[in-house]
């Protein structure tokens, strides 16, 4: 289908619905230049919130447009893609961690915004990667914690904070799959490059970082740092937003062990949105995120104390 025909459908369907169309970072060119809001997935739930609209079109992936949900019970909230998951998320399977939870009854526990409604259910906070210092730096140093699903995160949070956090071995496979011999490969040809790398993560990349933040933190030490070079150590897609910021900058994403076209790392599920999917979905209202309200409630609670805390 054309392009140009697509994009004017969805706009014109998005006038009709009253609708507004949020994009994670990570999702394809074409759907970042069609949305009204680019962000991380925590700034994409309080645009959503603020947003003036009936209709929420989240272009990311379903934990995202589940904690839509979750602030907004009365919009609905649809996604382009029900099989846009996350390894995170999915890799915290809610009975599976039930059990582990019930073996630290005396821990508070933390769950990083990339889990499932049912895992924010059963959390006492919730936090972000911008956040997840400060999250952890607010509980007692007398209190046990739990930290979930990113056993990355919860690595350098433990560094961060010297605290013993008790963690799930869940890890994103985005983050996991950087290559540390071809990243010191590319530094080498690029000296004065500064590398940014997201806390998700292995600790042998974090230690070549001369930034460690969440996407947007590593977009505005970029924007903000006098270097010219950097690598990147995140999701390839948030190159796409950057060299519209800094278009005098080099940008040089950090590279996957994987053998693929563009050498860098991308989330196969975050790529699975496309503008005719964007499309067929506003016109059908539906693929429809819908939570019950008894679990909306719970996974609400720890979603709340740290907007508070934030």
């Not at 937003?241 to 563009?262: F, G, M």
């Amino acid at each position: 289908m054309d392009k140009q025909f697509l994009i004017q459908e969805i706009n014109r369907l998005k006038q009709q619905k009253n609708a507004v169309i949020l994009a994670h970072y990570y999702q394809n060119e074409d759907i970042q230049d069609i949305a009204d809001f680019v962000g991380d997935s925590l700034e994409l739930s309080k645009k959503a919130q603020a947003a003036n609209a009936d209709i929420i079109v989240f272009a990311g992936v379903h934990f995202m447009a589940e904690t839509a949900k979750i602030l907004n019970p009365s919009k609905k909230v649809l996604v382009p893609d029900l099989n846009a998951g996350c390894s995170l998320a999915d890799g915290c399977d809610p009975k599976d961690f039930k059990i582990f939870k019930e073996k630290y009854p005396d821990h508070v526990v933390v769950t990083y915004i990339n889990c499932s409604a049912e895992i924010k259910a059963m959390s006492d906070l919730v936090c972000t990667s911008s956040n997840a210092k400060k999250i952890i730096g607010s509980i007692p140093q007398d209190k046990k914690i739990i930290f979930a699903p990113d056993q990355n995160l919860g690595n350098y949070l433990k560094k961060e904070t010297q605290r013993d956090l008790v963690l799930w071995e869940g890890s994103c496979v985005v983050h996991e799959a950087f290559s540390l011999d071809k990243l010191i490969e590319i530094y080498i040809k690029n000296p004065t490059a500064k590398i940014a790398a997201h806390p998700e993560s292995e600790t042998h990349i974090l230690k070549t970082a001369h930034y460690i933040g969440s996407t947007s933190g590593i977009i505005n030490f970029i924007k903000t740092d006098p270097a010219s070079v950097f690598i990147v150590a995140t999701e390839a897609g948030i190159l796409h937003q950057l060299s519209k910021t800094v278009p005098d900058k080099t940008l040089i994403p950090a590279p996957s062990t994987e053998d693929n076209s563009c050498a860098c790392s991308e989330c196969a599920f975050m790529k699975i949105n496309t503008l005719e999917k964007l499309l067929q979905c506003l016109s059908s209202e539906s693929p429809e995120i819908k939570i019950s309200e008894p679990l909306r409630v719970k996974a609400l609670q720890p979603i709340e104390r740290m907007l508070e805390l934030s």
